[in-house]
């Protein structure tokens, strides 16, 4: 993917990056980013849990994204 390619889909003030895996499959994108950046990956969780549950013990919710979003543009 050329520099330009790249920019047009992941240029901006900010970056985050969310997953339900290990974060460790966005470090290529991260890397070449040139803006702030942020990665939020799952950590763990039990079977038993609602998806709710397990987002927010992971910190994987609207609001922690939100904050963070905000702290990476300011």
Request: charged letters at 25%; proline letters at 1%; hydrophobic letters at 45%.
């Amino acid at each position: 993917m050329s520099d330009a390619e790249f920019d047009s889909l992941f240029a901006g003030d900010a970056l985050i990056g969310v997953t339900g895996g290990a974060g460790a499959m966005l470090e290529p994108i991260m890397l070449r980013s040139t803006s702030k950046r942020d990665i939020f990956a799952w950590k763990r969780g039990e079977t038993t849990a609602s998806a709710g549950e397990l987002m927010a013990f992971n910190g994987l919710t609207a609001e922690a994204l939100t904050k963070r979003a905000i702290e990476l543009v300011h």
